[in-house]
């Protein structure tokens, strides 16, 4: 009998470390749609092939913008998050991305990378400037389709 009661007690520790660690990471995975979507099996499905539907377009939307004007991956990311609301490859995703997106920001807070990147910087505007000036000097302010041979 106390193997039992004690199994048992295993199972609700596991339990509550993993709504825990669930916690920490973020709100639980899963559907977010309304109860009486959920109850209705054919209903929860077409809830859910249209939270895809308007997702994919959002996130067409985002592929479009990224050689053309716009925010492209801001649009994107919010096909994403309106595919998280249903799916849970897209919460995982999305998660992941965070997480990611929080390292790269604390890395370029680092003293010694900003350091890096003023000082790359600087060399390649210098590298621009001299650039620029050797051609001001050899052509003066004409365009290169209007040079001819010299």
Known sequence: MNTGSNKSGEAAVAE???????????PALGSRAPEFVKARRALHLSWQVGVF???LAVVVAGIIM?????????????GMAIWATEFVWAQLVLR????????????ALDPKVRRRNIVLTSIGVVI??????IYLWKFGL????KIKDQ
């Open 66 to 78: 990224l050689p053309l004007p716009g925010p492209g991956w801001v649009v994107i990311f919010g």
């Open 96 to 107: 992941w991305t965070k997480r990611k997106v929080t390292e790269a920001a604390q890395r």
């Open 128 to 133: 621009i400037g001299v650039l620029a000036g």
């Open 53 to 55: 539907v308007v997702g």
């Open 16 to 26: 509550d470390r993993s709504g825990t660690e669930d916690a920490a990471a973020g």
């Open 142 to 145: 004409e365009m290169p389709w």
